[in-house]
């Protein structure tokens, strides 16, 4: 049975200006990747309601399951949870629950819930919670979109309480070997054994290391009997080591 | 007149499984925020034919400027080409521009010019081809597509090629006001002066500093007058200090 497969979609401005560096959707590829969910396509878009919408409605027709990143917190700038609801159909408004959860974080820090941080408290009509250690103000699952926050370290928190919650496949083990020869001259072998194995990965990514040409040449797949047999032929073939 | 607009398309399994990290759409974000090109979308798919002709047919339609990255090397997972061929409905094959500069490269390096390396001389009918300074297999345009080698250093040079021969808007200034004080403390402010100043981007981005939160607030704006008195008044009314 083929793994079920995601999306994730990374929104802010500050990305696509430049300004930041997107560290998200490495993170979740590693994760989903170990879980056996396929990671099938990332998209970033600005910090703009209707690229949000378009983009949230294309990726959750397509995929099993899709992951969003930024926009969810107090300023004028954060309004990923107004575009997930309308590309629901669902309506939004502050909610008891999430205004309970940010109520109790400021009381014991001392800090006013203000009009800006109760903008965190908006959860659309149906959306489940999702649990935010770092700085209270929680993320949301609507339909099969996790809407999560940008900032890494809550990001991650996120991440690892949504995904004991989904059902993955056979986890993908891949395994590297190194050859001392340019790209150029293993792609014929590499290429034999990709078509002799089409239920395998099998990617080259060139290196220069001190002046001279080599190439990493990773095998992934889902059964490590496979893996290991095609890493032992390659070696034998190529006169690479397993790294 | 609003900026011309731009899209990224990156190409790669090793992307999705999160063995590499992404690092050219940060630098081409970078780029096109200087040359007063917007960054409007990201999108990252895998080695598969029909995903990336989707994604270059929907990207190259739908912006001025599309750049890919990945996909052009010697081995049998290096589809991008023949895949951006198939998306503008050109035809493809070994051309004798690119076998040209292929066959002087690695005559120079007394290395073969084998069944593998010819396959980076297929370039559509019709595209121009990109410098490539780093390792000679050139990129190439096709329409309103660049597509570009995936290994930086490589990537990085054509976009140095390619950037001059595009007509830029008015490059965006950027400033940053830091202040010691939680992103729900200046929302309101912000807001306001966003409001106030709909040609501008004001972004906040909080941060923790030895257990205290801060907030970066971000000014972006293509008239520098503008962007500083704005600057100025986020410090006065905050507090923070421009940095």
Same mark, same amino acid.
């Given at each position: 049975?083929?793994?079920?497969?995601?999306?994730?979609?990374?929104?802010?401005?500050?990305?696509?200006?430049?300004?930041?560096?997107?560290?998200?959707?490495?993170?979740? /590829?590693?994760?989903?990747?170990?879980?056996?969910?396929?990671?099938?396509?990332?998209?970033?878009?600005?910090?703009?309601?209707?690229?949000?919408?378009?983009?949230?409605?294309?990726?959750?027709?397509?995929?099993?399951?899709?992951?969003?990143?930024?926009?969810?917190?107090?300023?004028?700038?954060?309004?990923?949870?107004?575009?997930?609801?309308?590309?629901?159909?669902?309506?939004?408004?502050?909610?008891?629950?999430?205004?309970?959860?940010?109520?109790?974080?400021?009381?014991?820090?001392?800090? @006013?819930?203000?009009?800006?941080?109760?903008?965190?408290?908006?959860i659309p009509d149906g959306a489940a919670l999702i649990d935010n250690p770092v700085s209270a103000a929680p993320g949301f699952t609507l339909g099969n979109v996790h809407v999560m926050a940008g900032v890494p370290s809550i990001f991650n928190a996120m991440v690892e309480s949504v995904l004991p919650t989904l059902t993955g496949g056979a986890p993908v083990v891949s395994r590297t070997v190194r050859v001392d020869r340019p790209e150029g001259?293993?792609?014929?072998?590499?290429?034999?054994?990709?078509?002799?194995?089409?239920?395998?990965?099998?990617?080259?990514?060139?290196?220069?290391?001190?002046?001279?040409?080599?190439?990493?040449?990773?095998?992934?797949?889902?059964?490590? /009997?496979?893996?290991? /047999?095609?890493? @032992? @032929?390659?070696?034998?073939?190529?006169?690479?080591?397993?790294?």
């Amino acid at each position: 049975m083929p793994n079920p497969t995601a999306a994730m979609l990374v929104i802010g401005d500050e990305i696509l200006s430049g300004r930041t560096r997107d560290a998200n959707s490495n993170h979740l /590829a590693i994760e989903l990747t170990a879980a056996g969910i396929d990671l099938k396509e990332v998209r970033f878009v600005a910090d703009d309601h209707a690229a949000i919408v378009a983009a949230v409605q294309a990726l959750s027709k397509a995929y099993d399951t899709v992951f969003t990143s930024g926009g969810i917190g107090p300023t004028h700038d954060d309004i990923t949870a107004d575009a997930i609801a309308d590309a629901f159909g669902a309506s939004i408004d502050v909610r008891d629950d999430a205004r309970a959860i940010l109520q109790a974080h400021y009381d014991r820090n001392g800090t @006013e819930l203000n009009e800006a941080r109760l903008r965190m408290a908006r959860i659309p009509d149906g959306a489940a919670l999702i649990d935010n250690p770092v700085s209270a103000a929680p993320g949301f699952t609507l339909g099969n979109v996790h809407v999560m926050a940008g900032v890494p370290s809550i990001f991650n928190a996120m991440v690892e309480s949504v995904l004991p919650t989904l059902t993955g496949g056979a986890p993908v083990v891949s395994r590297t070997v190194r050859v001392d020869r340019p790209e150029g001259d293993v792609a014929a072998d590499l290429g034999a054994l990709a078509k002799a194995h089409p239920d395998l990965s099998l990617g080259s990514y060139p290196f220069t290391r001190d002046g001279k040409y080599g190439t990493n040449l990773v095998v992934r797949g889902q059964d490590p /009997a496979v893996v290991d /047999a095609v890493v @032992e @032929e390659l070696v034998s073939r190529l006169g690479g080591i397993s790294v």
